[in-house]
């Protein structure tokens, strides 16, 4: 089934509930179209506030759940994706993302450990739920600064703000 990955972690280690502004339908299309551009593109350790890497590149490589499977977000499972939402929104989506690392000295591009993550999106009339599982890797970005992040690009992606974080306690 699109969207579900039949075997999602049960220990989660962030669970965020965004209040949405927007139709379930319509959210489920911005986010992945946003997790797609994601994939398109490179952002400095900076960008996502990384603390323990400095000028470092990180790349995103997300993929959408099928069953058994992530198939990596390119043009072609973005519109499968967009297809099946526009017919009917889903419940839950399931990402897998692996966030690579490299650090640049003297013009040499160097590899470092990467993070793995499962997240889960789950929507709700006005609400989305988002978990974050790190699966492996120096956890260079924390699930808190992943979920921060990706909920930062969905509403720059979009003319008004769509997701508002809950409030600290």
């Known amino acids: 089934m699109l969207g579900v990955y039949e075997h999602f972690p049960i220990n ?23 997790l797609s551009k994601m994939n398109k593109e490179n952002f400095s350790s900076e960008d996502i506030a990384i603390q323990s890497l400095s000028q470092c590149t990180v790349i995103f490589e997300s993929g959408i759940a099928e069953a058994n499977n992530f198939n990596y977000l390119d043009e072609e499972e ?7 939402i526009q017919k ?20 040499k591009k160097t590899s470092l450990k990467f993070d793995y993550y499962m997240m889960r999106f789950i929507f709700n ?9 790190h699966e492996k890797g120096p956890r ?7 979920t921060r992040f990706i909920a930062d690009r969905i509403n720059k992606a979009s003319s008004k703000k769509m997701l508002k974080a809950p409030e600290k306690p």
């Open 88 to 107: 009917k929104p889903l419940q839950i989506m399931d990402f897998f993302c692996a966030l690579r690392y490299y650090k640049i000295q003297n013009e």
């Open 12 to 34: 989660i280690h962030k669970i965020t509930i965004f209040s949405a502004s927007v139709p379930s339908k319509k959210l489920q299309q911005m986010l992945t179209k946003t």
């Open 140 to 146: 260079y970005v924390s699930p808190e600064d992943i």
């Open 125 to 133: 009339k006005d609400l989305m739920e988002m978990q974050v599982f």
């Open 78 to 84: 973005t519109n499968k994706a967009l297809k099946a």
